[in-house]
Each structure stands twice: as structure tokens, then as C-alpha cells.
């Protein structure tokens, strides 16, 4: 395993990340003797770096996750993210000073070393069912900003971080403030607009080199959805990629496994092992601090662990590739 830092942070973190989330389902609905093997099959092969969130089986991956770190005593980055409800609109920043509280009780820590919003930010409120935040409300005063400060202050949180996740124009905003040590970039072969360019009316969202952006700003950044919900797999069925709305508007599931097609005819050998030509391509980007990847089993790990200092694709496979993004991907409609 190799590691990074995390931005201007100075935390060394692996390049591959044990992502807790729904999709790979592990931490949420595995057995416990299932989990703690995985846990400890990842720390064995070198990965210290785990991402949790309360919106992952409402808490279940948290309590999971602190509760097998504990047994085991292992010595990890970790990180979780909080979401808030409408309700918290009147005092966001009291809501999320007990946000993290709740979130580090599940955990059963009293420390944790990141502290991500979960909320997609976009330049207006969504006051619906995927409550969205404002950049004012995430850094502005009485914002979310100002309670992981106080956290902070209270010894509770080292940084700071959010999910890249909503307008473009807003996440931009949010990154041009200053105020954050890291986020998750929505980042693969199949919407690599976060960290490559993309021709205008690409056809899924395009978030204009946000990655590059960050990073000048001294961020860290962790790539989420590399394996697009599991359409770069070589068995996309074992994914959880058939949600009704997908994570990042333009990539849905059906569209992404036919892209997914293509990808993988312009790799030729190199795409062979689709799911390890997605992780080398993201770690590919040296503004990446580390890959989130979703396990549902140890030979998982070891197929992800295995990109890490494998070097990124080939110029030849580059070039096909920039080629399939301005061409064919351009064309789609969303």
C-alpha cells in the first residue's frame, strides 16, 4: 500500500479507502463475523483510512465500524459525515454541532479525524425529502462551518470536509472559501469532468475540474463512485447501482452500464479487469488523496489493494479515452 497526504492536513491516508457505505452493503447488513474479517483483512493489507456517514443504514455502518475498530485497537484515519433535516434550517449551526455528537456516540469515539457534510449544496435551498444546503449556510456565519468549528475547539474533529455533491457553480463556491480541508469528488471513467476536461453539453453534469480547483486551494480529495455503482465491474449485477435517482444527475445506472461498454472496448487488454483499470485511472490524478471503494468481501479488498502503486493507464488508453468523452459521451442525452 502506498499513501498520500490529505491535503495541506499532513495526514498520511492509503491510497485506497474503506468505504462503509450502502452500496457494497457490508457494513450495513453483513454478519458481524463478516465485518470484523474485512476490517481486519484491510488493515492487514495496509489500509488505515475508513468513511462512514449516519446515512449509511441510518447509523448501523457507524456503530459497526466503531465497534469492530475498538475490539480490534487499530490505529486509523477515520471519517464521517453528518446530514441535516429540514427542521435544522433555523440554527444550522446548533444542528450540526449535535449532528456530530450523535454521530461520534454511534462510533464510540471521542475523536474522529475528518467531519464531512453529508447535504448536497446547491445555490438555492431544497427544503424536500434530499434537503440541500446553501454555500452560505455550509461557511457562512451560524452555518455548518462555524459548528464543526466548535467541535473543533471542544477536541472532537481535526478537519473539515464535504460531499461534492449538488450545483457545480455551489461546490465551486464552497471550495473558492478556503475554509475546508478536503471533499468527495464524484470521479470515474464514465464522468471524469471532476479532473479532466470535458466538452461543453457533456452529457452528464460537468464539474469543471473541481478536483484541480481544491487542490490549489490545499485540499485534500477523496474520489467517490469509481466504480459507478458497480457499472465498472465486471459484474455489474452485484452492484447497487439501480437506485430510482442517481447520485450525480446524467449518470444513470442503465446509461452508465452502455457507456460502461464502451469504455471497456476503447481499453482493450487494459480493460480486462475493469474494476482495476477504474482505480488506477482515479489514483492516475496526483491531487487524489485516496480511492473510497465499497467491499462486499476480502477478495475485493485485495483486487482494489493491488492498484496501489500499480501505476495509472497507458498514454495509448488515455487518448482513446479523451476521444470517447468528446465524441460519444458528448452526444448522449440526459
Known amino acids: 500500500m502506498e499513501y498520500r497526504t490529505l491535503g495541506k492536513s499532513g495526514v498520511k491516508i492509503s491510497e485506497i479507502g474503506f468505504g462503509c457505505g450502502n452500496n457494497a452493503v457490508l457494513m450495513v447488513k ?3 463475523d463478516e465485518q ?17 456517514a449516519f446515512a449509511y443504514g ?28 429540514p427542521d435544522s434550517a433555523s440554527d444550522i449551526k446548533t444542528a450540526t454541532i449535535h449532528a456530530v455528537e450523535a454521530g461520534l456516540s454511534r462510533l464510540k469515539r471521542e475523536r474522529v479525524d475528518l467531519i464531512q457534510l453529508h447535504n448536497r449544496i446547491t445555490m438555492e435551498r431544497n427544503p424536500g425529502k434530499r434537503f440541500s444546503l446553501t454555500p452560505k449556510d455550509v461557511y457562512g456565519t451560524g452555518g455548518v462551518l462555524d459548528g464543526f468549528k466548535v467541535m473543533r475547539e471542544r477536541g472532537k474533529v481535526g478537519y473539515f470536509g464535504f460531499s461534492g455533491l449538488g450545483d457545480p ?13 478536503s471533499f468527495q469528488a464524484y470521479y470515474n471513467l464514465l464522468n471524469p469532468s471532476a479532473g479532466q476536461p470535458v466538452p461543453r453539453g457533456f452529457s452528464s453534469l ?10 490549489a486551494k490545499g485540499m485534500g480529495v477523496a474520489v467517490i463512485r469509481v466504480l459507478a455503482a458497480g457499472a465498472l ?7 447497487g447501482g439501480s437506485s430510482p435517482e442517481p447520485l450525480s444527475p446524467g449518470s444513470d445506472y442503465p446509461l452508465d452500464l452502455e457507456r460502461a461498454e464502451k469504455v471497456k472496448a476503447v481499453l482493450g487488454s487494459e480493460g480486462k479487469s475493469l ?44 487518448e482513446k479515452l479523451k476521444k470517447l468523452w468528446e465524441t460519444d459521451f458528448g452526444r448522449l442525452s440526459l
Do not use: W
Open 30 to 32: 453483513a454478519s458481524y
Open 36 to 52: 470484523v474479517k474485512a476490517v481486519r483483512h484491510a488493515l492487514d493489507r495496509g489500509i488505515n483510512y475508513f468513511d462512514t
Open 58 to 85: 441510518l447509523g448501523k455502518s457507524e456503530e459497526n465500524l466503531g465497534r469492530i475498530l475498538n475490539e480490534l485497537g487499530a490505529s486509523t484515519v477515520v471519517s464521517t459525515k453528518i446530514r441535516l433535516e
Open 169 to 181: 457553480q455551489a461546490l465551486h463556491e464552497v471550495v473558492a472559501s478556503g475554509e475546508f480541508h
Open 206 to 215: 460537468d464539474y469543471s475540474l473541481i478536483i484541480d480547483k481544491a487542490a
Open 233 to 239: 465491474t465486471s459484474d455489474p449485477t452485484a452492484g
Open 275 to 318: 474494476t482495476q483499470a477504474a482505480i488506477r485511472f482515479a489514483l492516475m490524478k496526483s491531487e487524489v488523496s485516496t480511492v473510497l471503494v465499497g467491499f462486499s468481501n476480502t477478495t475485493h479488498i485485495d483486487e482494489a489493494v493491488a492498484c496501489s502503486g500499480a501505476g495509472g493507464l497507458s498514454q495509448d488508453a488515455m
